[in-house]
Nanobody, 126 residues
């Protein structure tokens, strides 16, 4: 049974940090790409960061470059979020998908990911 379980959300002040974790089970992680998406109220779900598990190659959305870091630790995918801004407020989801190639920005499409976690709320406010 495939499972992705997120944790680590909460309230942070602007300029602060949070670390999200996604524990994966039930599938061979090396065969997948794992991404963090987020969805704010009234907005579309957007891809934030992705890691190709086998190579640990990563990519990030421009809005979080140099602030967020995605990394793998065994079967867990972490998202270290630094210098948080109010616009980072959203529900964050971990998602896993399988493709022959993750070139370009294909990873930013939610439809490419077949497995999703339940989401964790991140709120950035003073």
């Amino acid at each position: 049974q495939v499972q992705l379980v997120e944790s680590g959300g909460g309230l942070a002040q602007p300029g602060g940090s949070l670390r999200l974790s996604c524990v994966t089970s039930g599938f061979v992680l090396d065969a997948y790409g794992v991404a963090w998406f987020r969805q704010a109220p009234g907005k579309e779900r957007e891809g934030v960061s992705v890691i190709i598990a086998a190579t640990e190659r990563t990519n990030d959305a421009d809005s979080v470059k140099d602030r967020f870091i995605i990394a793998r630790e065994r079967n867990t995918i972490h998202l270290q979020m630094n210098d948080l801004k109010p616009e980072d407020t959203a529900v964050y989801y971990c998602a896993a998908g399988r493709r022959r190639s993750w070139s370009g920005n294909v990873w930013r499409r939610a439809l490419e990911f077949g497995y999703w976690g339940q989401g964790t709320q991140v709120t950035v406010a003073s």
